[in-house]
C-alpha cells in the first residue's frame, strides 16, 4: 500500500476561533478512512481545504502526482494502478480544486436536470461534448444500481436513489481520491442499511481511495478501513483506529462480540 | 394515496367553479340594476349592452389590439433582454449591483403616466414611445426577479462545481440560470399585465392607433357600452398573456410539474 494524498500540520481559524490545529492525515490508495466526531467539530472544514476550496492558514495538501486529474482520466475501472512508480513526487494541492472529488453533506442534485445529466455533469464541466459525457454515464448505471431512471428527474426519486447519483456523479469526477462528508445522514435508517450494503460492494469493484465524515460510530466501523477520531477545540486527530475485518461486512459482524468491543474502544476515545 | 390525489381534483375542480358563480352572479345583479333601472342608462350600461358593443366594433377593436399587442410584446422582449444582462452583471460584479441597484429602485417611483408624456415628445406620435414606456415597466420585474433567484442559489451547489473545476460562465449556466427560471417567470406574468396597461396608458396620451386611443375616442363620443368592452377586451388581453406565459413556463420547467416520488 502506498500513501497518495497527504495533509500536513494544517491548521485553520475563522477569526479569533481556532478550529482546526496541526492536522495530519494520510490515505492509501484504495484504502477508506473515517472521520470520526461529534457535530460541529470541524469536520466540513477539514474537508474544503482538502478539496481546495478553502486555504488552511498553514500546513499542506499533498497529492500523490501520478494520481493527479490531468493525466488520470479513469477510462477502465478495473484497471490496477501503477505500482511501479513508487517514488514519484507528490503535487502541492494547497487550495487548488479539481483534483479531489468531493461529495458534500446533502445529495445537491440539480432539479432541472434528468438524472443522467445530473450523473455526467463533471465530464461536461471538463469539456466533453453532452452526448459523449451522456454515453459513458450511463455505461454506469447498471452497476450503481440505477438502471431505469436516466430521464427521470430527481425529484421523482427517494432519497436512497438520490444519493446513488450523487455518488455516482462524485465517481465521474474522474479523481484517484473521493471526500464524502456524511454521504448518508440524510437517509432513514433502513435505507441507510440497504445503502452501506450497496455501497461496500460498489466500492469493492470501482476502489476509490475514500475519506468519510461520519457521526455515526457503527456506520464508521461497519465500512472503513480505519478510523480518525478527530477531536477537542481546536479539533485534532487525538485516536486512529485499525478494523482489520475482511469485507464487505454483514450484519452478522455488526452483532459480533469483536463488533461491540470495537465500538467500546471507539465510544472510550471519543 | 388514492385519496389524497382525488382531493387535488376536487380542489382544483372547486378553484374553477367557485370563481366561476361569483363572476356571474355579479353579472346577473348589474344586469337586474340595469333592467330595473337603478342606475341610469347613460352612467352604467348592462352586460348584454356591451356584449352588443364589443361585436359590433368586434374588427375595429382587433386591429387595434394588434398595434396594442405588438408594442406589448416589443417592449416586453427588449424589457426581458434588457432586465437578463443587467441582472447578470448586478450578480457577478458587486460595483455594478451596488451603483445600478438603488437606481433601479427609484426609477420605480415614478409613475408611468407622468413621463408617458415626455416619452411622447421626445419620440412622436408613434410606436416608439410606447414601446419604450413598456421597456420601463416590464423591465424591473425582471430584472430584479432574475437577480433574486440568482442569488438565492445554494452556496453548496456552487462549492460543489468549484470542486469540480467549473469556470464562472459554467456556474451560471449549469446552476444560476436555471435556478432563477423560476423566479424570472414570475417576474414575467408580473411585467406581462404592466406592459399592456402601459401600451395603453401612452397611447391615451397621443397616438394613432391601439386600444389606448379608442379608448379616448369613446370616452369623447360618451359611448360607455364601448368603454366598458374595451376594459374587459384589455383584462382578456393581460389574462392571455399570462396564460402563455405560463404555458411556456411549463414547456421550460416540466420538472416542477411533476409529482414527487411517494416514498
Keep these: 500500500m502506498q500513501k497518495i494524498l497527504c495533509a500536513n500540520n494544517i491548521s485553520k481559524s475563522y477569526g479569533d476561533k481556532e478550529v482546526l490545529k496541526d492536522i495530519n492525515l494520510t490515505l492509501d490508495e484504495g484504502e477508506l478512512v473515517c472521520l470520526l466526531g461529534v457535530s460541529g467539530v470541524g469536520k466540513t472544514t477539514l474537508f474544503n481545504i482538502l478539496s481546495g476550496l478553502m486555504k488552511p492558514d498553514s500546513g499542506e495538501v499533498l497529492l500523490k502526482k501520478s494520481y493527479s486529474n490531468d493525466e488520470r482520466r479513469k477510462e477502465d475501472i478495473d484497471k490496477e494502478y501503477d505500482t511501479e512508480s513508487f517514488e514519484d513526487d507528490f503535487l502541492d494541492i494547497t487550495g487548488v480544486s479539481g483534483h479531489i472529488s468531493y461529495?458534500?453533506?446533502?445529495d445537491l442534485l440539480l432539479p432541472h436536470k434528468i438524472v443522467i445529466d445530473n450523473a455526467?455533469?463533471?465530464?461536461?464541466?471538463?469539456?466533453?461534448?453532452?452526448?459523449?459525457?451522456r454515453d459513458k454515464a450511463a455505461s454506469y448505471f447498471e452497476r450503481f444500481g440505477l438502471s431505469g431512471t436516466e430521464k427521470k428527474y430527481p425529484v421523482q426519486l427517494s432519497g436512497g436513489m438520490r444519493q446513488r447519483v450523487a455518488l455516482l456523479r462524485t465517481y465521474l469526477c474522474g479523481n484517484s481520491v473521493a471526500l464524502l462528508d456524511e454521504p448518508f445522514s440524510a437517509l432513514d435508517t433502513l435505507t441507510r442499511a440497504s445503502v452501506h450494503e450497496w455501497y461496500l460492494k460498489v466500492m469493492e469493484e470501482i476502489k476509490l481511495s475514500t475519506l468519510f465524515i461520519t457521526h455515526d460510530i457503527d456506520e464508521a466501523i461497519l465500512i472503513s478501513d480505519r478510523i480518525c477520531i478527530l477531536k477537542g477545540q481546536p479539533a485534532?486527530?487525538?485516536?486512529?483506529?485499525?478494523?482489520?475485518?475482511?469485507?464487505?461486512?454483514?450484519?452478522?459482524?455488526?452483532?459480533?462480540?469483536?463488533?461491540?468491543?470495537?465500538?467500546?474502544?471507539i465510544k472510550l476515545m471519543l | 394515496m388514492s385519496k389524497k390525489y382525488s382531493d387535488n381534483k376536487n380542489k382544483k375542480y372547486m378553484d374553477i367553479v367557485v370563481p366561476c358563480i361569483v363572476l356571474v352572479a355579479?353579472?346577473?345583479i348589474w344586469q337586474l340594476a340595469c333592467t330595473f333601472s337603478l342606475v341610469p342608462s347613460y352612467m352604467l350600461p348592462s352586460p348584454v349592452r356591451v356584449v352588443k358593443a364589443f361585436i359590433n366594433d368586434f374588427d375595429l377593436l382587433m386591429q387595434h389590439a394588434k398595434t396594442t399587442l405588438t408594442e406589448a410584446v416589443l417592449g416586453m422582449v427588449l424589457g426581458v433582454l434588457l432586465g437578463f444582462v443587467s441582472a447578470a452583471l448586478m450578480d457577478a460584479f458587486k460595483v455594478v449591483r451596488q451603483g445600478l441597484y438603488p437606481l433601479l429602485v427609484l426609477t420605480q417611483t415614478i409613475p408611468p403616466v407622468a413621463i408617458a408624456p415626455l416619452l411622447i415628445l421626445w419620440f412622436s406620435y408613434g410606436i416608439a414611445p410606447k414601446v419604450v414606456l413598456v421597456v420601463l415597466v416590464s423591465y424591473f420585474p425582471i430584472?430584479?426577479?432574475?437577480?433574486?433567484?440568482?442569488?438565492?442559489?445554494?452556496c453548496d451547489l456552487i462549492f460543489l462545481l468549484k470542486s469540480m473545476n467549473a469556470s464562472r460562465w459554467q456556474i451560471f449556466w449549469h446552476v444560476k440560470f436555471p435556478s432563477a427560471l423560476g423566479e424570472f417567470f414570475s417576474g414575467l406574468k408580473i411585467a406581462a399585465s404592466?406592459?399592456?396597461?402601459?401600451?395603453?396608458?401612452?397611447?391615451?396620451?397621443?397616438?394613432?392607433?391601439?386600444?389606448?386611443?379608442?379608448?379616448?375616442?369613446?370616452?369623447?363620443?360618451?359611448?360607455y357600452d364601448k368603454m366598458f368592452a374595451v376594459i374587459f377586451f384589455v383584462s382578456a388581453i393581460s389574462l392571455i398573456l399570462m396564460a402563455v406565459i405560463k404555458l411556456i413556463q411549463k414547456k421550460a420547467m416540466p420538472y416542477k410539474y411533476i409529482r414527487k416520488q411517494d416514498e
Excluded: H
Excluded at chain 1, 236 to 260: H, M, N, Y
Design chain 2, 26 to 28: 355579479v353579472l346577473v
Design chain 1, 103 to 106: 461529495m458534500l453533506q446533502k
Design chain 1, 236 to 265: 485534532g486527530i487525538t485516536d486512529e483506529i485499525v478494523i482489520d475485518e475482511p469485507k464487505p461486512r454483514g450484519q452478522d459482524f455488526v452483532l459480533s462480540d469483536k463488533f461491540l468491543e470495537y465500538k467500546r474502544r
Design chain 2, 143 to 154: 430584472a430584479i426577479g432574475l437577480l433574486e433567484g440568482f442569488e438565492s442559489v445554494d
Design chain 2, 194 to 223: 404592466y406592459s399592456i396597461v402601459g401600451a395603453v396608458i401612452a397611447e391615451w396620451l397621443g397616438g394613432f392607433n391601439g386600444l389606448g386611443v379608442y379608448m379616448t375616442r369613446v370616452k369623447k363620443s360618451m359611448s
Design chain 1, 120 to 133: 455526467a455533469l463533471p465530464l461536461v464541466i471538463s469539456g466533453m461534448s453532452k452526448k459523449e459525457a
